[in-house]
C-alpha cells in the first residue's frame, strides 16, 4: 500500500513539474519598420497554432502569452510576415520588411487609389524610406534602378543638379520626352523642388491605362508623389541627421604629367616645327592642375519633423537643411526647406486639407574649370614666388599652354550667384455626401522667384576690353491648378465600383528681366553702378490647359477587373481648329489565383493584364499656332518688328497609341515575379520645319512622322531569408526598349550634327565617318569609304573622302538594377546598384586631349589599357603617329571616338543599426539608429572617360563626375 501511494505522489510531482514548464508567461515587445526604424501600430501577433492573439498599440508595442519555444507569428498588411521563436527573452524586438507585391497594398494612382491586386494598368511604386538611401536633395536621383523601364541618368556631379528621366524609351523626335510629375494631385510645370524626407511615396504611371487620365501630357509617363502625413494615433518628433565628405571621382581618365608628355614631345618626328623653349628641363616642373581645383567636398542633411494627431486633425510638420560643397572648387548648393500638411475633421462629412511648403535655394558659382585643369599643361606654374596667381598677358609670364590663359587668375575675382525661392500652397477639401459619394476639391498656387548675378572684375583679363562688367537677372513665374472632383464607390454582393469625374484648369505666367552692363569699380554689387548700360532682356510668356475627365473601375469576385478612362483636353498652344484633343484608355485584369478551379498551393498569385489607350504631348513652343514677330529691333530710333515663325492654326497633339500586357506571378511566399511587354506606336509627331531665308519666317510647326517604341520589362524579387529575426530580400529589375522611326516629312532623312533622322532607324543614331585604324607601313588615320553605286567598301587616308555612314546609337539595349535588404536583430546591410549596356556616346574630349598632335599644346590623356601608338617598331597599333601640329585629321569627328559606356555601378551601400526597445526607453526615446552610408563607391566600365552615366546624356567634353560620397547619420525618434 505504502508502496503504491509512493508511486503515486511521484507520477504528482513529475505532472507538476511538467506543467510548471509548459505554462505560458507574457512576453512584450515591439515592432518597427525595417526601412524607416519607425514604430509599426496595428501589427497582428499570433501565437502559431494556437488562438492565443494581439495586436500592437500606436508605439508598435504589444503583450501576449505564449510558452517557451513557441513561434510567434507577425502580420500587417503591405508588410512580408514573419515568424520569431519565443526563447525566454525579457523583450522582443521585431522589425518587418515591406511586401512588394502584397496585394492588398493600397497603391496611389494619380487621381485616386487602387488596392493592388485591382490594378489594370502598369504602375510601379517606392516607398519614401527606399528613396532615401543615397544623398541628394532632388528626388528624382533617389529612383536610378529602382523600377523597370525608367531610365534615370544624371548628367552631371555638380550639387543640386536634376538627372535625365526618360520612361519606356523616346517617344518624340522633337518635342519633350521629360515625364511629368504630380504632387498631392498638383500637375507641376517642371521638375518640383522637394525634400526627399517629405515623401511617403513615389507611384510611376507607365502605360497609357496609368497614364490616360493625364490625356495630352501622359506620353512620357507620369511619376505621382504623395507627401507624408500624419497617421492615426501618432504623436512622434523625429531628427534625422546626415554629415559626409565627397571625393572627386577621377576613376580611369588621367592626363599626363610632364615626364609622360616630355616622352610624347620627343616622339614627334617633325622637330623643326617644335618650340624652342622646349627641352628636357621642363621635366622638372610639374603642375598638377586636378590637384589644384579639386577638394574633398562636404554634405550636411538636417530633418526635423513631427507628426501627431488628435480626434479631429492630423498634422505633419517637417523642416530640413542641405547644405553641399562640390568636389570642385567654388561650387557650393545650399536649401532650407518646409512643409505643413494639415487635415482637420470639420464634421462627419467635411475635412479641411490645408497644405504649405516653400524652399530657399542657393548657388553659389566661383567653379574651378574642369576643361582648364585637363588641357594646362604641367609644364606651366600657376603661381608666382609669392604664391599669387600668374597672369599670363603680363610680360615675361612665359606661358606655353595654347590659350595663352591661367583661369585662376581671373578667379581671383569673377564670380557668380543664384537664389530661388518657390512656394506653394494648396487649400485642399473633400465632403462625403454620403457613404458612397464624395467631394474633393484641390486648389493649388505656386510662386516661383529666381535671381542670378554675374560679376567679372575690371582686373581680370576677361573684363579688360569692357573694363569690368556685371549682370543681373529675375525669373518669375506663377502656376494656379485646381480640380473638382466628384467620387463614387461601393462594393454590394460581388461587385466593386468606382466611377469619378471631374474638372480640371491649370495655367502658367512668366516673365523675366535682365540687364547687363559694362565699365565697373572693383567689388561692385548693383548694376547701376556700370557706367554704361551693354545689353537689357525680358520675355513674358503663358500657357494654359482646361480638361474634364472620367474614370472608371470595376471589379468582379476580386476576380476581373476592368478600367475604363476618358480626358477631354484644350490647350492654349493650338489654334481654334484643334483646340480639344481627347485622350482614352481600356484596361482588364484577372487574378487567377482567387478561380475555384485554380489550386497550387505553390502559388500564392497569378494574375495577367492587358491595356490599350492613347496618350498626347504638346510642342515645346507656346505658341506655334500664331505667326510670330519679335519686337527687339529697331530702325531709325524706332521700335522694329522682326518675322520670326509662321504660323499653323492646324497643328495638332502628338498622339501615342499604346498597348501593355502583363503577368504577375508569386511562389513560395517568397518569390515574386512580373513581365510586361508593351508597344508605343507615336503619330503626328511635332516638327519645325525650317523655310529659306527669302521666306522672311525661320520655319513653322506642323505634324509630322511617326515613331514606335517596343520593350519589355522584368522585375524579379526574392525572400532568401526570413526566419528568427533575419531578414534579406533581393529586387532586381531590369527595362529593353527599341524605337524606330516610321514616317517622316516626304521620308527624307535630316541630319543634325554628327546625328542622322531616317525611316527605319533609331531616333539617337550617329552619322559620321567610319573609322577603320592606322596604317601599319606609315602610321596615318584611315577611314571607309562605300562607293554610292556599287556598294564597295574601300579604305582611304583622306578625311573628306571618306563616307558619312550609320555608326551606332546612343539608346542602351537594356538597362536596370539590383537592391539588397538584410537585417538582424537591429543591424541592417543595404545596397543598391544600376546598370546600362549597350549605350554608343561620342566621347568628343578625345578630338582634344587624344588629338594625336593636333593641339600640341593642350594636355594629353593616359593611354588607356590595350591602346599603343604606332612607330616603325609597333606598326600595329590603335593611335596613329603623333606629329606636331596632328596626324591628317586623325582627330576629326569618325566613330574612333564613339565608345560604349556600358557600366555597372554601386549606387549606395548602408549599413547601421537601431538600438533594441530596451535600451532606448531607458533614454526616454522611441528609437534610436546609426548608420554609414557610400554613394558611387565602385562603377565598372571600359569607357575611357571621366564618368560613363554622366556621358550618356551630359558633356563628353569635360564632365563632372559624380563623386564618391561617404556619409555618416543618425536617426532619432521621441
Known sequence: MKKNLSSIMVLLL???????????????????????????PGVNVLVKGSS???????????????????????????????????????????????????????????YGTQKRENLT??????????????????????????????????????????????????????????PIWVVDGVIWHDTPILNPNDVESISVLKDAAAAALYGSRGANGVIVVTTKGAKAGT?????????????????????????????????????????????????????????IGTQTGQVRDYNLSYSGTTERARLFTAFNYFNETGTVKGDTYERLSARINYDYDINEKLTFKPKLAATYTTNDNARHSIYDMYRNLPWDQPFNEVGEPINTLAPGANWRGRDNRNYLYDLQWNYGNSATFNILSNLDFQYDINEYLSFTSTNNLTYFNDESFSYTDPRSNSGLADNGRMSVGMNKRITRFTNQMLSYTRTFDKHFVNVLAGYEFNDYIFNNVSAQGRGIAAGAQVIDNASEPQAIGGTKNDYAFQSYLLNANYSYENRYSAQASFRRDGASRFGSNNKYGNFFSLSGAWNIHNEAFFNVSSINYLRAKAAYGQVGNTPDSLYPQFELFSLNAQYNGMPAAVASALGNPDLTWEKTAASNFGIELG???????????????????????????????????????????????????????????????????????????TELFENRRQISGNRIIEVGEDIDTWFMRKWVGVNPEDGTPLWERVDPTTGEVTQVGNYNNATLQKVGTSTPNFFGGLTSSFDYKGFYLNANMAFTQGAMVY?????????????????YMQLQSGWSRWSPENPNATHPQPIFGGNNESNRPSSRFIEDVSFLRIRNITAGYRLPVSVVEKLKLTGLEVFVSGDNLFTFTNFSGLDPEAAIYGDTGSQYPLPRRISVGLNLNF
Do not use: C
Open 235 to 291: 504623436n512622434k518628433l523625429s531628427l534625422n541627421v546626415k554629415n559626409g565628405v565627397s571625393l572627386f571621382n577621377r576613376r580611369g581618365f588621367q592626363v599626363m604629367n610632364s615626364e609622360q608628355l616630355s616622352d610624347l614631345w620627343n616622339q614627334f618626328p617633325n622637330t623643326n616645327a617644335i618650340p624652342g623653349w622646349f627641352d628636357e628641363s621642363l621635366r622638372q616642373k610639374d603642375t598638377d592642375w586636378l590637384d
Open 843 to 859: 566621347h568628343s574630349a578625345r578630338e582634344t586631349f587624344d588629338s594625336d598632335g593636333a593641339y600640341p599644346t593642350y594636355n
Open 52 to 110: 492565443s492573439g494581439a495586436v500592437t498599440d500606436i508605439d508598435g508595442k504589444f503583450t501576449i502569452e505564449a510558452e517557451s519555444g513557441s513561434t510567434l507569428v507577425f502580420s500587417f498588411i503591405g508588410y512580408s510576415t514573419q515568424e520569431v521563436r519565443y526563447t525566454g527573452q525579457s523583450s522582443l524586438t521585431v522589425s518587418l520588411s515591406s511586401d512588394t507585391k502584397d496585394l492588398q497594398e493600397v497603391i496611389v494612382t494619380g
Open 14 to 40: 513529475l505532472l507538476f513539474s511538467w506543467e510548471a514548464k509548459a505554462q505560458s508567461v507574457q512576453v512584450t515587445g515591439q515592432v518597427f519598420d525595417a526601412q524607416s526604424s519607425e514604430s509599426l
Open 121 to 178: 494598368g502598369s504602375i510601379a511604386t517606392v516607398s519614401g524610406e527606399k528613396l532615401t538611401d543615397i544623398t541628394s536633395p532632388n528626388i528624382g536621383n533617389m529612383l536610378q534602378g529602382k523600377i523597370a523601364g525608367v531610365d534615370v541618368v544624371a548628367s552631371t556631379g555638380a550639387p543640386g543638379a536634376n538627372p535625365v528621366i526618360r520612361i519606356r524609351g523616346r517617344s518624340s523626335i522633337r518635342s519633350s520626352v521629360t
Open 667 to 741: 511562389l513560395f511566399n517568397r518569390i515574386d515575379f512580373a513581365a510586361e511587354y508593351y508597344i508605343k506606336n507615336t503619330t503626328d509627331l511635332l516638327h519645325f520645319v525650317p523655310l529659306p531665308n527669302i521666306s522672311g519666317f525661320d520655319g513653322y510647326f506642323d505634324n509630322i512622322g511617326s515613331v514606335i517604341n517596343r520593350g519589355l520589362e522584368v522585375t524579379l524579387g526574392a525572400d532568401i531569408i526570413k526566419s528568427n529575426g533575419a531578414n534579406w530580400r533581393l529586387d532586381f529589375n531590369i527595362g529593353m526598349n527599341r524605337n524606330e522611326i
